[in-house]
């Protein structure tokens, strides 16, 4: 019996219908195991993962193989997105032994949940070197029957060795001045100067090291770490992984160049880009980054919003063709021939030169991704407007991608915080409402009655599983930035509720420590804890980066203490691999900076006290926090003993204890905040 049609995962839901027996992760599903002296096929992927769909396709479809599956095994599939700890404890035990790791990932369990056999995608037939799917069960089952006591040695040494992997971590102090240089000529030496970004192929959006080096370039006037970040930027807006027509970015170009994406679109990288573009434009006033921001937070609210406004976790890489077959990057891509069957033969040649569509193709079969190339010649701006209008509605009839609806509430605290501040800084208040709406739903539907959070729901209804480290650090992050972009303290007091958590319940109060899952949360084979970035920061970072601030709201010597600890891990990770602790060494600036406090007080009406708020919200200063409110508020503790200047709105910048001269002037708080 198929088990995951009441699950809330898209991804499971997307399972429901195969003639395999699915459990959910559960208690009961190992229990049966035990019973029936059966291994576990523990099969994880997510809704929006292409070879995922493959493999169902090809073999959780096919009746043969699940008739073979349920004699044999106890077949478990799991959404890393609704249970990332369960995803990390057991892909850290596929990289161990294969040295790589990806979607879908293929473990064989002993019922103790000890893993002993490990793979990812594996083919219905046998495949360059591969052994088919079919091939490696019956291997599994072989081994299962006649060398169980073999099975669960090795098991228990998996195990055993993982368990020696724990992170070492005594509290040494924060990175310095030295250990933040060092990281800026490690990404030096791994920049890609012709292309921007790092490393090879597939190329991923490096978010959390472009924050830091903004924030590196504020603090110290770094020339190289701004120009690192502008070319980055630039390239990949201009490349095929960004959307030329409705905005957004897909998860990874699969080329050095950004030419080919990797269709899928997630809501962390969008909301992550979303900030780092916005933040490029505080610090340049680059038109492309305000383009590209506003375009971003469209693309969110637009295409990613959902009915209870919250954020969705992903767009599908692959779409109906026109055939019934989904393929990837059906959606998106297009031939001189379609260009000029929906714009006419002049405006169709126009479009080709401008978006680099050739009768060659950039992708398969002869189709093109739409980019901008350095190219030579100038373009009539209404025209290229005109031309992409018409296409984005030509697009719009196409089937569309798939939508993952479950909503995420680290991704969706990632959203809020960028929502947010672009909606301040370009005058956006419809932008900021879709943040607030946002961080209700998190509130009324994620937020139990003791602040403990839910990692997802779907449809207004919370799902099963407990939030992790990245949830709490997260959410906080958004509600941390919605306090100082609405004035609205409230924000400030939830993202307290949420970091007495990560103080009481994630942290290891001997070293400092972090920990991805609660110290009262289900216990799996070991406790994961990752202090590296990947595609989002890591619980760790974004818990750390949390506690900075809030700690520079309130004046908690618990929260910043918190902070320096766990910052302990970025003095030794920084200088050694800068690209994977990106968001750590962002959150070093802010520390090494203060980070600023600045409180706006006045009638919050008034032209001035608007002036100043902008003013304090567009400040550079890495991480300075903000609130803005009336003299007698007691929405936030920096407004407290903050009056008037002369009966006139004013605002105070203090940094670690002391206080500049209050003052009333937008040009003067400017210059404070914007000071190296």
Not at 348 to 366: C, I, P
């Amino acid at each position: 019996m198929n088990r995951l049609a009441h699950e809330t995962s898209p991804y499971l839901l997307q399972h429901a219908d195969n003639p395999v027996d699915w459990w959910p992760w559960s208690a009961e599903a190992f229990a049966e195991a035990r019973q029936a002296g059966k291994p576990v096929l523990l099969s994880v992927g997510y809704s929006s993962c292409h070879w995922c769909h493959v493999m169902a396709h090809e073999s959780f479809e096919d009746r043969a193989t699940a008739d073979y599956l349920n004699e044999h095994f106890v077949s478990v599939k799991v959404d890393r997105e609704e249970r990332p700890d369960v995803d990390a404890v057991y892909m850290e035990a596929v990289q161990a032994a294969t040295g790589q790791g990806g979607w879908p990932m293929t473990v064989f369990l002993t019922p103790d949940a000890e893993p002993f056999y490990f793979g990812t995608y594996f083919p219905p037939a046998p495949r360059h070197g591969m052994p088919s799917f079919r091939q490696v069960l019956e291997g599994v089952q072989q081994a299962w029957s006649t060398r169980r006591d073999e099975v669960a040695e090795v098991a228990g040494k998996i195990v055993r060795d993982l368990a020696q992997r724990e992170l070492g971590h005594h509290a040494p102090q924060p990175p310095g001045e030295q250990e933040l240089a060092q990281a800026l000529l490690g990404l030096t030496r791994e920049y890609d100067p012709q292309r921007g970004g790092f490393g090879g192929a597939p190329k991923f959006p490096p978010s959390m090291v472009l924050e830091f080096l903004l924030r590196h370039h504020a603090r110290t006037g770094a020339e190289g770490a701004l120009q690192m970040a502008v070319d980055t930027c630039e390239r990949m807006a201009r490349g095929g992984i960004y959307d030329q027509l409705g905005g957004g970015f897909a998860r990874y170009s699969v080329d050095r160049d950004w030419i080919v994406p990797h269709f899928e679109k997630m809501l962390y990288d969008n909301a992550l880009l979303c900030r780092v573009y916005a933040h490029l434009w505080r610090a340049t006033g680059s038109d492309l980054a305000r383009r590209v921001a506003l375009e971003t937070a469209d693309f969110l609210v637009r295409e990613l919003r959902t009915e209870e406004g919250g954020f969705a976790s992903a767009l599908d890489a692959d779409s109906d063709d026109g055939t019934g077959r989904h393929v990837e990057g059906a959606y998106y891509v297009w031939t001189p021939e379609r260009l000029r069957a929906v714009l006419g033969d002049a405006d169709g040649d126009l479009a080709a030169r401008y978006f680099g569509v050739s009768d060659e193709g950039t992708f398969e079969h002869g189709q093109s991704v739409l980019q901008l190339p350095q190219t030579e010649g100038v373009f009539d701006a209404e025209q290229v407007t005109s031309v992409k209008e018409r296409l984005l509605a030509a697009r719009a009839e196409r089937p569309a991608p798939g939508r993952d609806d479950k909503v995420v509430a680290a991704w969706n605290g990632l959203a809020i915080a960028a929502l947010a501040e672009t909606g301040a800084y370009f005058e956006r208040p419809d932008l900021v409402e879709a943040a607030v709406a946002a961080a209700d739903l998190l509130v009324r539907v994620h937020l139990d009655d003791h602040a403990r959070l839910a990692r997802t729901s779907k449809d207004g209804r919370v799902g099963p599983n407990a939030g992790v480290l990245e949830d709490y650090g997260d959410v906080a992050e958004g509600f941390l930035a919605l306090a100082s972009v609405t004035g609205e303290g409230v924000w400030l007091d939830f993202a307290g509720l949420l970091l007495d958590h990560v103080l009481t319940r994630f942290t290891d109060p001997g070293t400092g420590a972090l920990y991805d899952t609660a110290s009262d949360a289900e216990q799996l084979i070991r406790r994961p804890q990752d202090p590296t970035d990947n595609a989002t920061p890591s619980g760790w970072s974004a818990a750390a980066g949390a506690l900075l601030g809030y700690a520079a709201h309130t004046g908690s010597e618990p929260h910043r203490t918190g902070a320096e600890r766990a910052l302990g891990v970025v003095k030794a990770l920084g200088p050694r691999v800068p690209r994977f602790i990106g968001w750590g060494l962002a959150v070093a600036e802010a520390l090494l900076d203060g980070p600023k406090e600045v409180a706006v007080v006045g009638p919050g009406l008034a032209e001035r006290t608007t002036a100043l708020h902008r003013t304090a919200l567009l400040g550079t200063a890495p991480g300075a926090v903000v609130a803005v409110g009336t003299a007698d508020s007691d929405e936030f503790p920096l407004l407290a003993d903050r009056p008037l200047v002369a009966g006139e709105p004013a605002a105070y910048v203090c940094r670690n204890f002391t206080c500049d001269t209050p003052t009333t002037d937008p040009e003067r708080l400017g210059a404070v905040l914007n000071r190296r």
